[in-house]
Nanobody
Framework: VQLQASGGGLVQPGGSLRLSCAAS????????MGWYRQAPGKQRELVAG???????NYADSVKGRFTISRDNGKNTVYLQMNSLKPEDTAVYCC??????????????WGQGTEVTVSS
């Protein structure tokens, strides 16, 4: 199972970006999907997570500005980021867990996509 992330880039403060992360491979079911970020000199942190049922959780720093969603038919998770701040600058990575067709549990990471918020 692999994850492919896209959508990062350079945006001015107050702007918006939408990240996407698509899973592919021998997927039977994806349970939890999430977005993490790591800023220079800082530890990786959970930004937002979503269960298969659609239950979500967010880091306090992004509540009200970011929205996580998923399309189970496409095995894809999205992160809509609005009102971006310079402190949101980081490499964003997606994560997913679930079961493959052999009913083996997986937990995989996508490659990072860089988000830079700067004027």
């Amino acid at each position: 199972v692999q994850l492919q992330a896209s959508g990062g880039g350079l945006v001015q403060p107050g702007g918006s970006l939408r990240l996407s992360c698509a899973a592919s491979g021998s997927i039977f079911s994806i349970h939890n999907m999430g977005w993490y970020r790591q800023a220079p000199g800082k530890q990786r942190e959970l930004v937002a997570g979503i269960t298969r049922a659609g239950d979500t959780n967010y880091a306090d720093s992004v509540k009200g500005r970011f929205t996580i969603s998923r399309d189970n038919g496409k095995n894809t998770v999205y992160l809509q980021m609005n009102s971006l701040k310079p402190e949101d600058t980081a490499v964003y990575c997606c994560n997913a867990d679930g079961a493959d067709y052999g009913l083996t549990w997986f937990n995989v990471w996508g490659q990072g996509t860089e988000v830079t918020v700067s004027s």
